[in-house]
């Protein structure tokens, strides 16, 4: 599976922006996907994750209430609706998909690159 993540940039505190990311691959409907996000020096962090056909959604509690994961299996794309942005919302977004069931760094199977997010003060 190949990802490819897109629609970062640069937006002011209280606004919005969506991530998408498209893969490859005729199975996309059988991958659990997720975003994750890694600001300048800290650790790669899960966001928020989403069930092969869309009905289970899973989030971070720094997120929870804001961001909203939803996938389009026809479109084999996952999206990642961000609303409210803060500047600690600043980093870069990753898309992953997994077989598995835990939503960590060593549990995703395929990462796509990252797009920048930075919300400005």
């Known amino acids: 599976v190949q990802l490819q993540a897109s629609g970062g940039g640069l937006v002011q505190t209280g606004g919005s922006l969506r991530l998408s990311c498209g893969a490859s691959?005729?199975?996309?409907?059988?991958?659990?996907m997720g975003w994750f996000r890694q600001a300048p020096g800290k650790e790669r962090e899960f966001v928020a994750g989403?069930?092969?056909?869309?009905?289970?959604?899973y989030y971070s509690d720094s997120v929870k209430g804001r961001f909203t994961i939803s996938r389009d299996n026809a479109k084999n794309t996952v999206y990642l609706q961000m609303n409210s942005l803060k500047p600690e919302d600043t980093a870069v977004y990753y898309c992953a998909a997994t077989m598995g069931a835990r939503w960590s760094q060593d549990g995703m199977d395929y990462w796509g690159k990252g797009t920048q997010v930075t919300v400005s003060s």
């Open positions: 691959g005729r199975t996309f409907s059988t991958y659990r």
């Open positions: 989403i069930s092969g056909d869309g009905s289970i959604t």
